[in-house]
């Protein structure tokens, strides 16, 4: 996991790119996560060299032309290795890798928790079905039909070398 003091500048960009969106179609936030989930695609190219491409099924490209897709959450607590990662099912975009981020809710902070290739994912995943219980906290009932996976199961950064995203 890799912490990130995010920079004014990448905030102002987040909170524009963000007002310009306006509430996507089956936005659970009604569009008020569009700068979290902004902000986290503005931090991982920053700090990895991707280029923006914001489509439907990928949010980032690598030099090699691979394709991912950032998924976000926001919340004040440091992510620790039993927290979850989720996919929506039915938004399995058409990627070749997920990354995975936690905003802190004033924005200030990222935590770029890890990333794993999509095929692996869906495979390895957990579903969980609207109405299961979170096995960490039985007072919490998943919402949405999602694919789930632990932090501390994500492939992890290589910062020495940037990133070990695959080359091919």
């Known amino acids: 996991m890799i912490e990130i ?7 102002n960009k987040a909170k524009e790119l963000a007002e310009e969106m306006g ?10 996560g569009n700068i979290r989930g902004l902000l986290a695609e503005i931090v991982y190219a920053d700090k990895f060299g991707l280029q923006i491409a914001s489509t439907y099924n990928y949010d980032l490209l690598t030099k090699k032309g ?6 976000s959450k926001g919340g004040w607590q440091v992510p620790q290795p ?8 039915r938004f399995e975009q058409d990627c070749d890798f997920y990354v995975f981020a936690r905003v802190r809710k004033d924005l200030e902070l ?16 957990l579903h969980f079905p609207p109405g299961t219980q979170d096995p960490d906290d039985p007072s919490f009932r998943n919402k949405l039909d999602n694919l789930q ?7 992890q950064f290589d910062e020495k070398h940037r990133t070990n995203l695959p080359r091919a």
């Open 149 to 155: 996976m632990r932090n501390r199961d994500l492939r």
């Open 5 to 11: 003091k995010t920079t004014e500048s990448q905030r």
């Open 110 to 125: 990222i935590w770029l928790l890890g990333w794993m290739p999509t095929i692996e994912f869906r495979r390895t995943a």
């Open 82 to 89: 039993h927290h979850w990662v989720a996919v929506e099912r």
């Open 23 to 32: 509430s996507l179609k089956h936005s659970m936030l009604r569009g008020s």
């Open 66 to 71: 691979k394709r991912v897709d950032v998924k």
